[in-house]
C-alpha cells in the first residue's frame, strides 16, 4: 500500500463506519417499519401467564376492552370533560374516570405544510389508539371499599376551562363516607401538577394507597429502530441508572418490570414527544413497566404506587404528582429538571454515548441559532468555528501533505525500480520520509477527527426537536430531512417520483463535488488500485449521504469548502502546482496505469 497505507486504513474505516451506521443503526424502510409493527402486534401471553395487572395492590386495567374503536371526534362527544386551553396544548379532561385523554400539541404539525393536522398526543380509550394518564387510589389487600374506577363520573365546577390561570377541582363522593378530590393545574408549556385528597366521614379509618399510570394501547409507530430509544424509560433510586425497555423487550414471560425507588420518574419517549410520570421525590413507591393482551392489542402500562396512608375518621390526606406530556424541548426539560428536583430528567432526550459531544455540538448550534434566527446559517458558523478550532491540526496535516505532494515524482521512482518487492518499497519509502522530515500520518488527522464530529451532529439534527421542520432557503424547508430534490428526474421538471436510493439532490451533489476537489488536492496514490478507490470515494459517499438529514449534507459540504481553500493556500505556498479540474483524462477508467506525474 505504500506511503498512503495510513490514509487509505482511516479513509477505509469510515466509510466502514458509515455503511454500519446506515445499515444497522440507520432508519429501516417504510416496509421494515410495518413489518416490525405487525410482528410485535402479534406477539400474545403464553397461556396460562397471569396479566401483570393481576398483581395486589396495583392499578388495574379495564376487565374488557372497548367493543369497537371510534373516531377521535365521535370519542370525545360521548363523555362530559373540561377544556384544556394553553399556549402550548389544546384537548380535555374526561370526568368518566378523571382521565387526561385528549392533548394535542398547538406548537407542532405533523408536517411541514402549514395547515397539516397537530400532533395528538393523548388519545381517548374508545378510539384506535389509546393513550391516557390516570390517577387513583387502590384500597390494601383485602380491604373492601367503594372507590372511583376508570368508569367513575366525577363533577367539575360549571363552565370552567383548566387554563394555566384557572386550575380545576374533579370531585366524587363514593355514599359511603369518603368524598374524593382532584385538583389538576397546568403551566403555559407541558407540565400538569396533580394534587389528590381523600376526606373520611365514615365510623371507620381507611387504608388507602395513591397511584398514577400512563396507559398506551396497540404499538405505536417506531420512527427510528437504532438512532434513538423509542418506548419506556424511567429513573429510579434503587440502581441510580436510567432503565430504557423497548416494547419488543415486554413479551413472552418477560412481560413484568418492578422497581422501588425513592422518587425518580417513569413514562415513554418517542422521537420528539415524551409523557412521564413525576411523584413526589421524598416519597417511596413501588413502580411497574408492562404488556398485556387486551381486545386483539397490545396494551403497555407504566404506573406507580405510594405506599399506604391511613385516613383515620373526620381526617384528610393527600398526595401530590407532576406530570410531563409534550415536546422534549431541551431548555423546558432542563428547567422542570431544576425546579421540580428531578435528577437526570434531560435524559429523555436521547444523546447517545458520544453525549459530551453531542450535548456542546448542540449547545453551539441552539447559541448560534438565537443569534442569527436560522439553524442552517448555525450550522455553517458552527463550521467555522469547529474549523477554527481545529487549524493547527489541519494546518500541520496539509503541509505535510503538501511536502508528500513534492515527493510524488520520487516515490513514482522507487516504485518503479523495486518493482513488486513491497518490502523493500516500504524500507525505502520510510528512509525518504525520514530524509524529507516527512509524517505520513498527519494526513490521516483531518478525517479521524472529523468523524465523531460528524456522527455528533448527526445525533444532533435527528433526534432533537428544535431542529424538526427547522428551514434553511430555497428548497430545503427541513434540515432533519433528506434534500427532497433529485438528479433522476431532473430535479422536479419530470412527473417521477424516484425510489429512495435514486434520491440524489442538489445539495449531496454539491457535497459529491467538493469532495471530489478535495480529493484532488492529496497526494495521488502511486498504486493504481488505490487510486481507483480515492477516486470513486466522492461517487460513493454521494448516494450514501443522500439519504441523510440535509443538514449534515450541507455542514459536509461546507466543510469540504473550507478544507479546499486552506488546503490550496497552504498548498500553494509551499510549492506546489495544484490543478483542480486539468488532467481529468483517464481519472475514472479502472486498471489504467497513470505514467503521468503528480497532478
Not at 367503594?146 to 367539575?156: S, Y
Not at 387554563?163 to 377541582?169: L, M, R
Not at 420528539?272 to 413497566?289: F, G
Not at 455528533?456 to 424547508?477: C, D, N, S
Request: aromatic share 12%; proline share 7%.
Amino acid at each position: 500500500m505504500g506511503e498512503n497505507r495510513e490514509l487509505l486504513l482511516a479513509v477505509t474505516l469510515s466509510i466502514l463506519v458509515l455503511i454500519g451506521w446506515q445499515f444497522y443503526i440507520g432508519v429501516p424502510t417504510v416496509e421494515e417499519k410495518k413489518a416490525a409493527q405487525q410482528t410485535e402486534q402479534s406477539q400474545n401471553l403464553k397461556p396460562g401467564t397471569p396479566a401483570p395487572s393481576s398483581t395486589p395492590g396495583a392499578p388495574a386495567l379495564p376487565a374488557v376492552a372497548p367493543s369497537a374503536a371510534v373516531s377521535r371526534e365521535k370519542a370525545l362527544t360521548e363523555s362530559p370533560r373540561v377544556v384544556i386551553d394553553t399556549p402550548s396544548l389544546a384537548g380535555s379532561i374526561n370526568l368518566k374516570g378523571a382521565r387526561i385523554d385528549d392533548l394535542r400539541l398547538t406548537q407542532y404539525r405533523e408536517t411541514i405544510e402549514p395547515d397539516s393536522p397537530q400532533i395528538a398526543l393523548f388519545s381517548p380509550r374508545e378510539t384506535a389508539s389509546p393513550y391516557y394518564a390516570e390517577y387513583g387510589w387502590v384500597a390494601t389487600q383485602g380491604a373492601t371499599v367503594k372507590l372511583p374506577g376508570p368508569d367513575t363520573v366525577w363533577t367539575a365546577p360549571a363552565g370552567v376551562a383548566l387554563t394555566p390561570a384557572t386550575p380545576v377541582t374533579l370531585s366524587y363522593d363514593n355514599g359511603e363516607g369518603l368524598t374524593f378530590k382532584r385538583t389538576v393545574s397546568v403551566d403555559d408549556k407541558f407540565l400538569f401538577t396533580v394534587k389528590q385528597s381523600v376526606s373520611n366521614n365514615s365510623s371507620v379509618p381507611v387504608t388507602l394507597h395513591s397511584y398514577a399510570l400512563i396507559s398506551r394501547h396497540g404499538l405505536p409507530a417506531i420512527e427510528d429502530f437504532f438512532v434513538l430509544h423509542e418506548g419506556m424509560i424511567g429513573r429510579f433510586s434503587e440502581d441510580n441508572s436510567t432503565t430504557e425497555i423497548d416494547y419488543s423487550d415486554l413479551e413472552g414471560e418477560e412481560r413484568l418490570r418492578s422497581f422501588a425507588s425513592t422518587g425518580g420518574w417513569l413514562g415513554y419517549v418517542d422521537k420528539y414527544w415524551a409523557t412521564v410520570l413525576m411523584p413526589d421525590q421524598a416519597a417511596k413507591i413501588s413502580a411497574r413497566m408492562f404488556s398485556t393482551p387486551l381486545g386483539g392489542k397490545e396494551v403497555f402500562q407504566t404506573d406507580y404506587r405510594l405506599d399506604a396512608k391511613t385516613v383515620p375518621v373526620g381526617a384528610v390526606i393527600e398526595s401530590s404528582s407532576n406530570l410531563f406530556a409534550g415536546a422534549k424541548v431541551v431548555s423546558i426539560i432542563n428547567g422542570y429538571e431544576e425546579s421540580l428536583k428531578v435528577e437526570h430528567l434531560n435524559l429523555l432526550i436521547d444523546w447517545g454515548y458520544f453525549f459530551f459531544i453531542t450535548k456542546p455540538m448542540f449547545t453551539l448550534l441552539d447559541w448560534l441559532y438565537k443569534l442569527v434566527g436560522n439553524f442552517g446559517i448555525a450550522i455553517l458558523l458552527a463550521t467555522v468555528l469547529i474549523k477554527l478550532a481545529l487549524f493547527p491540526l489541519a494546518n500541520k496535516s496539509y503541509v505535510s501533505m503538501s511536502k508528500m505532494k513534492l515527493l510524488q515524482p520520487e516515490m513514482l521512482k522507487i516504485r518503479e525500480r523495486l518493482g513488486d518487492d513491497k518490502a523493500k518499497q516500504q524500507q525505502a519509502m520510510m528512509e525518504l520520509y525520514k530524509k524529507e522530515k516527512v509524517n505520513p500520518m498527519s494526513g490521516c488527522l483531518p478525517i479521524v477527527v472529523q468523524i465523531p464530529i460528524f456522527f455528533a451532529l448527526y445525533k444532533v439534527l435527528f433526534g432533537t426537536i428544535e431542529m424538526r421542520h427547522a428551514p434553511f432557503y430555497g428548497w430545503i424547508q427541513d434540515l432533519a430531512a433528506p434534500d427532497p430534490t433529485s438528479m433522476f428526474n431532473l430535479f422536479g421538471l419530470i412527473p417521477w417520483d424516484p425510489p429512495s436510493f435514486l434520491m440524489i439532490g442538489i445539495w449531496p451533489l454539491i457535497m459529491g463535488i467538493t469532495m471530489f476537489l478535495q480529493m484532488r488536492l492529496n497526494p495521488t496514490p502511486p498504486d493504481p488500485v488505490q487510486a481507483q478507490i480515492f477516486t470513486w470515494m466522492p461517487v460513493f459517499f454521494t448516494f450514501l449521504l443522500a439519504t441523510f438529514p440535509a443538514g449534515l449534507v450541507i455542514y459536509w459540504a461546507w466543510n469540504n469548502f473550507l478544507s479546499i481553500l486552506q488546503q490550496y493556500t497552504i498548498m500553494t505556498r509551499q510549492g506546489v502546482k495544484v490543478e483542480l479540474w486539468g488532467n481529468l483524462k483517464g481519472t475514472f477508467s479502472f486498471g489504467k496505469k497513470k505514467e503521468e506525474g503528480p497532478s
